[in-house]
């Protein structure tokens, strides 16, 4: 019927029903086609003919057609393939309404998806009338998402046909599609902003893109959507924004435009940090890698802010602790992942990857663009990753140091220990390991002096990585994929770096580190199969082999030595042991050459014999021929490891030697400048158990004192003041303190010797040795004290000799000789030998009065040795031949002297107590009597000594109260016997009245004082209200007076009975009365009790006298 273009609209209800036909019943396709072939071909024109209902209908009848699943079968549509593409360009050009470019644009679908073939065809039929890609374009910029998101598909699936796009890809970049498409996705539709960056990650894929698009506006484009996707919180489109930015910052046309200009970078960054704040764990995985790529080298800015990338990472490296630590089924997960498949990696191995290559990017832009602030102190600090986010934004500049151990925070909370739960065995656990190399090399690489970052290298030593690292290394399969060609060479650059900083410095430290990279470089196998390159006989000749051999053992024995030094076994010590034997033995000329390799080996076979294997006897023959070796070695310092496993092996040899002397010593210097409170409890532990069991320690010790007698003795005070001292079995504190009973005797034996030379051959001691052996052996015999050690009278003798004839110059064992003169004064109390050997020497006495004049330390200690030489006369009741005078200004100084006055108030305590006579002390007057050749006290003197005992009575200290009473109380008995009328003048002072004041909280303890005034004969008028108020006092604590009726007698008939009231006077009375019945009560029964005894006593000596009756 249709024949030409006139019948089209008469016939278009046909077309309606057909169309609806073909909807309905789709089996009715396949018969029309074939029987109406040439009805069908003139039908086609009808898309193009100029009315939209024609168009309509005509498309849609075709949209059922190329719908169906039989037309291939048809065979015909090749031949109308060319005809329908011209409609379908007419239709989405001229179509008017939204009904026909709907029809068009899902006949175009269909058309282009069902044979590749066909996508050619609207290109070719393109002309300047009708263009698909200005088709495309004008669909694109509609104002229907709909119409927008169907042409984008149709897009994308022209751009998934790699096998035919590159014949047309640059027609849609020629026509800015890209641009457009760049252009359109800033809209509000999430399905065609998906749809948009499906479609542009499809044209990421040709390099022609990258080398002919604008893709730097449309990144900016990309940076706002993903702003916006965030604030609608679209996670899933947001992860695919962030991949198309991955793809995008990947060009060239990028790292050249961020190199110019920084803010697209800065752009990139603000991104980056608004992500990070969205909690959700596959846009923490796409973040992780976008910022990863702008860390690339060729991504990076001139001008580049440090702060503002770090704020960054903190804030990443806590988002993956927060992660890790908040999952607890990770660590299980990690552990059952044993699978080779890369391709579908686990989300949690992928956050852990891409969280390494952070760092490793991020540490390597501070090395290359941020090398002035290694060492800068007056930088600002760098926050770690607890930091809040307003502390860290607030930073200008960082410093790299603190970078770094932020950095290796990071590794040891997060990265390490789950590193560590895979299994290296398998691709995944390997690759991972990898990355983390990655890192470890970057912060190693060029290292600074840090403790934070030794004490990570050690822990990750511990942590057995270095096995790990081998794993790696030898792993032949991963050098064969993309990415980790050269992850042997990372690995062994790992492992130099490592032992650099865990090895220590000595003069051919750079050479014997290109030894050890030679060595690796040529162990390819296992670490047991390495093991066996110990046992061959190496002979350092021209051969390179031979040098080969050298270096691979010494390798080898580097990475042994380094791992047990932490406790971490690199190899089994089953296997190790017969190879480091046959080393030892067959290569000995070559150990002793070197002093690494002898310290090396030492140490190994040391740990070997510590743990106490079959091999004991080749362990023994081996350590022998070490001990041969080390006699011809004097750099100690160089073959010395601090640990205990070669103290343990160095006094294991019986003999005394000076390696292990000095191993002893570097003990004991470790101990003093330690302080590290577990790891010096750890070393007097050591130590003292060393000193209570070996014989060969006890005997280093002793004899090392006399060279290093400071850091010896400090130790010994240090260890015993310990909690170690306290936690030691009883046998082990009897055992140590014989021990230092036998360095007490022996120091003095050493000071003796010292003190003849000083004393008679003028030959002056260099050091401080004499003072520190002085000072030990006080301490020494003060630990020893249940023992009762005897001191050589020799040596009182000698060191008495030596202050006497000492002219002050060595002030410091001028003391210490003070100090021991006044122990052995104070211990040997009962044996007077030292006593007399003191004071016999006729210097003594001046010397002792030079020093009291000295306005410093010696004063102090002369003044005590002073009082415990007239205490020690006295008690033992001693004459000595000598005398010594002071004057009372020296006395009254010391009383002045809160140094001082406690002593000074015992000196005087004793000497009252001799009435000022009896002793060698003679204590002369400030002004003698001009008439009078005496120079004893006058009544001056002793109204100041009065005066200043009753100031010590009122300054508040009990303890010098206590004694300053004791001496005013013997002060005014010698007064009233020697001087009545300066006792009556004291007595009558009005200043009594404040001092007795002072008292009255607690007359129970001064009872005796006020005693004084109250039974005196001549009444003080100042001390009326006193008096009432002690008396009231005396009622009030009637009960704990233990004062007998006659003291209370006397307050009632002393001198101020008149002052009391006549109710107190009664109760005093009362008071009497009971204190005189229970006296009455006491003396009956002590009465009834001596009859009852003599009773018992009589009738036992009478039945005695009966008894020898009884038998007759």
């Known amino acids: 019927m249709i024949q030409d273009g006139s019948n089209y609209i008469k016939y278009l209800h046909y077309f309606h029903l057909l169309g609806r036909l073909l909807q309905l019943f789709p089996d009715l396709i396949q018969e029309v086609v074939l029987k109406n072939a040439p009805s069908l071909h003139h039908m086609i024109n009808g898309m193009m003919y100029p009315s939209d209902d024609v168009r309509s209908a005509v498309a849609y009848i075709f949209l059922q057609i190329y719908s169906s699943s039989s037309i291939e079968k048809a065979g015909i549509f090749p031949v109308i393939d060319s005809v329908v593409a011209k409609g379908i360009l007419s239709i989405l050009k001229s179509g008017l ?17 069902g044979e590749s073939k066909r996508i050619l065809l609207l290109f070719e039929n393109s002309n300047e009338d009708v263009n698909f890609v200005t088709v495309l374009k004008k669909v694109i910029i509609s104002v229907e998402p709909v119409f927008q998101v169907c042409a984008v598909q149709c897009l994308c699936h022209i751009l998934s046909e790699s096998s035919l796009a590159e014949n047309y890809i640059h027609m849609l970049i020629a026509g ?3 641009e457009l498409l760049f252009e359109v996705i800033n809209g509000n539709n999430e399905l065609l902003i998906e749809t948009i960056i499906c479609c542009i990650l499809m044209f990421t894929r040709y390099p022609l893109f990258f080398e002919k698009c604008h893709i730097l506006y449309g990144i900016t484009s990309v940076f706002d959507i993903s702003t916006k996707l965030i604030n ?8 695919l924004a962030f991949d198309l930015l991955i793809s ?10 961020s190199s110019a200009q920084s803010s697209l970078f800065d752009q990139a960054l603000k991104l980056i940090e608004k992500s990070y704040k969205v909690r959700n764990l596959q846009v923490l995985l796409v973040v992780n890698k976008f910022f990863n790529r702008i860390l690339r080298k060729e991504c990076l800015p001139f001008s580049l802010h440090s702060s503002k990338l770090f704020t960054i990472l903190s804030m990443g490296m806590k988002n993956l602790q927060n992660f890790f630590s908040s999952h607890a089924h990770i660590p299980g997960k990690f552990k059952k992942y044993q699978e080779n498949n890369l391709e579908n990696l686990p989300i949690e191995v992928q956050l852990l990857i891409s969280g390494l290559d952070i760092l490793f990017c991020f540490i390597q832009i501070l090395r290359e663009h941020y090398q002035d602030l290694y060492g800068a102190e007056e930088l600002f600090s760098c926050p770690v990753i607890e930091s809040t986010e307003e502390s860290i934004s607030s930073l200008s500049k960082i410093n790299f140091q603190e970078v770094i151990q932020t950095c290796i925070l990071a590794l040891d909370e997060i990265f390490v220990p789950y590193c560590l739960l895979l299994n290296t065995n398998s691709s995944v656990g390997k690759i991972s390991f990898f990355h983390f190399i990655n890192v470890l090399y970057a912060i190693y690489e060029d290292p600074f002096d840090n403790p934070i970052l030794l004490n990570f290298a050690k822990k990750l030593v511990k942590a057995k990585v270095f096995n790990h690292i081998w794993n790696v290394k030898t792993d032949g399969a991963l050098s064969t994929k993309i990415g980790f060609e050269e992850s042997k060479e990372r690995c ?11 090895l220590e410095k000595h003069d051919d430290f750079d050479a014997y580190m290109n030894c050890v990279k030679n060595g690796l470089n040529e162990l390819n196998c296992s670490l047991e199969d390495c093991s066996s390159v110990l046992s061959q006989k190496c002979e350092l000749q021209n051969h390179i082999n031979s040098f080969k051999l050298h270096s691979v053992q010494v390798t080898f024995l580097c990475l042994c030595y380094v791992c047990y030094l932490n406790n971490a076994l690199m190899v089994n010590s089953k296997i190790l042991i017969p ?5 030892a033995t067959c290569n000995s000329e070559i150990v002793i050459s070197s002093a690494v390799t002898a310290k090396h080996l030492i140490f190994l076979l040391a740990a070997c014999m510590f743990e106490n294997h079959k091999c004991q006897i080749g362990l023994t023959e081996a350590s022998t021929i070490m001990w041969d070796a080390l006699s011809k070695i004097t750099f100690f310092n160089e073959i010395y490891t601090h640990h205990e496993v070669l103290l343990w092996w160095c006094f294991r040899n019986p003999l005394f030697n000076p390696f292990s002397s000095f191993v002893f010593q570097r003990w004991l210097e470790f101990s003093l400048n330690m302080k590290k409170a577990s790891i010096l409890y750890s070393t007097f532990k050591i130590l003292l158990d060393l000193l209570s069991t070996n014989a060969a320690a006890q005997e280093t010790f002793i004899r090392q004192f006399e060279s290093n007698s400071e850091i010896s003795f400090h130790f010994l005070r240090n260890s015993y003041d310990s909690e170690v001292y306290k936690t030691l079995d009883p046998t082990i504190i009897e055992k140590l303190e014989f021990f230092i009973l036998a360095l007490a005797q022996h120091i003095q034996n050493c000071i003796i010797q010292l003190l003849i030379m000083e004393n008679h051959a003028e030959k002056k001691t260099e050091g401080n040795f004499l003072s520190h052996a002085l000072e030990c052996v006080l301490w020494c015999f003060g630990r020893v004290y249940k023992i009762n050690p005897q001191i050589n009278i020799k040596f009182v003798f000698h060191v008495t000799n030596f202050c006497c004839n000492s002219n002050f110059e060595n002030k410091t064992t001028l003391l210490c000789c003070l100090k021991f003169l006044q122990f052995v004064s104070k211990k040997n109390e009962n044996d007077s030998k030292a006593w007399f050997v003191m004071t016999g020497n006729p210097k003594f006495f001046p010397f002792l009065q030079k020093c ?10 002369a003044l005590h040795l002073l009082v415990i030489t007239v205490i020690h006369q006295i008690d033992s009741r001693l004459k000595s031949s000598s005398s010594m005078k002071i004057s009372l200004i020296y006395i009254l100084k010391w009383l002045n002297n809160p140094n001082t006055k406690l002593v000074c108030f015992e000196l005087l305590n004793k000497i009252l107590d001799m009435e000022f006579n009896g002793t060698f002390l003679r204590i002369k007057s400030i002004k003698p009597n001009i008439i009078s050749t005496e120079e004893s006290l006058n009544r001056s003197d002793l109204r100041l000594l009065v005066f200043h005992a009753q100031n010590s009575l009122v300054l508040g200290n009990p303890t010098i109260e206590k004694v300053a009473f004791m001496s005013y109380m013997k002060l005014l008995n010698y007064i009233s016997k020697v001087d009545s009328a300066l006792e009556n003048h004291i007595m009558l002072q009005p200043w009594s009245r404040i001092l007795l004041e002072s008292k009255l909280d607690n007359i129970l303890v001064s009872w005796k004082l006020f005693e004084k005034w109250f039974s005196y004969k001549t009444e003080n008028i100042t001390l009326i209200g006193v008096m009432q108020q002690f008396t009231n006092r005396v009622l009030t604590c009637s009960e704990d007076l233990n ?12 001198v101020y009975k008149k002052y009391i009231s006549k109710e107190t006077k009664n109760a005093l009375d009362k008071i009497i009365q009971i204190s005189e019945n229970s006296c009455i009560t006491q003396d009956v029964q002590e009465s009834n009790v001596i009859s009852e005894i003599e009773n018992l006593v009589t009738n036992y000596i009478s039945k005695n006298s009966c008894s020898p009756a009884t038998k007759d």
């Open 852 to 861: 009291l004049t000295m306005h410093n330390e010696f004063e102090i200690e």
């Open 248 to 257: 995008l910052t990947s060009s060239e046309q990028y790292s050249v435009a």
């Open 232 to 239: 609608n919180k679209n996670w899933k489109l947001l992860c």
């Open 579 to 583: 190879h480091l034997i046959y080393y």
């Open 176 to 178: 800015s599609i890209p």
């Open 492 to 502: 062994n650059q790992c492992l130099v770096v490592l032992l650099k900083y865990l």
């Open 97 to 113: 309404t939204k009904d026909v470019t709907k029809i068009g644009l899902a006949l175009l679908k269909v058309f282009i998806s």
């Open 1043 to 1054: 004062q007998s009726d006659h003291n209370v007698m006397k307050l009632c008939s002393g």
